[in-house]
């Protein structure tokens, strides 16, 4: 699918929602598309923040999510209105974005520089992580995650927040935020209340054993929506900071 690119490419992100048929989306899981344009692409199935480890909840196939780099919109374009898998993520929702920075590394994304360009504090930012997991620390993982599920997803200052999952050790989080301010205030446990220190407390504990073989979390700001999702289109903070429609899960 090409190589990664790296700091000063024009490349543009884009992350999929759509429901799509079992056989299919169970097909892009297992090999994810090959397309002119197309830098590399993570396919996950649906799964809810928070939801009980026991739950249909927890993978949801039919609907998908795909997370892609291209080399420029142009490609994304052309596959969107070309390619059938394309056609059928045009069904659904996305958002187009450019990259902005990034803390750890997978390998998928190594090439990506740890910052690409400033990003003022008070603007909408759209957060993405991806994990490749130790299978034997996937108990603790539970342990510590859960609960910033919850956090994440009950945030006021989170317009859409939901994961994903693709067996047997890749997850992700997705998370449209109304300023890089109020995500990073999540993140270090500015937040008050009961749950305010959640996501610092398992950043600690991760620093003392990692859940991960690889993780890293990249940021980017939103270029532009399109289509709906659930029922719902613009999540997207307006231009005062109002987060959207909120949606936090891909459940029904």
């Known amino acids: ?9 024009m490349s543009i992100f884009s992350f999929h929602l759509a429901h799509l048929p079992r056989l299919t989306a169970a ?13 590399h692409c993570e396919v996950f199935a649906g799964m809810e923040l928070g939801a009980p480890i026991v739950s249909a909840r927890r993978m949801q196939l039919k609907r998908t999510a795909v997370f892609a780099e291209w080399e420029d919109e142009q490609s994304l374009i052309a596959f969107l209105a070309e390619n059938p898998l394309g056609r059928k993520l045009e069904k659904g929702w996305h958002v187009r974005m450019r990259f902005l920075r990034r803390w750890g590394a997978v390998s998928e994304f190594s ?15 759209v957060a993405v992580t991806l994990a490749r997991l130790r299978l034997p620390e996937l108990p603790r993982f539970i342990h510590w995650g859960r609960p910033v599920e919850s956090q994440i997803r009950d945030h006021p200052e989170a ?4 994961a994903g999952i693709r067996l047997p050790r890749t997850v992700s989080t997705f998370s449209i935020w109304t ?13 008050g209340g009961k749950t305010g220190r959640r996501h610092a407390r398992a950043m600690a504990e991760r620093e003392r054993r990692d859940f991960h073989h690889e993780f890293t979390t990249l940021r980017f700001r939103p270029l532009s929506e399109h289509g709906s999702w659930e029922g719902r289109s613009r999540y997207m903070p307006s231009a005062n900071g109002t987060a959207g429609p909120r949606n936090s899960s891909p459940a029904d």
């Open 179 to 191: 300023s890089t301010r109020a995500m990073t205030g999540m993140v270090s446990g500015r937040d």
């Open 111 to 125: 090439g990506l520089p740890e910052s690409a360009e400033p990003a003022n504090p008070h603007e909408p930012v």
């Open 27 to 39: 097909a892009i899981l297992l090999r994810p598309p090959k397309v002119q344009g197309l830098v």
């Open 159 to 162: 317009a859409l927040a939901l």
């Open 1 to 9: 699918m090409g190589e990664t690119t790296t700091a000063g490419s």
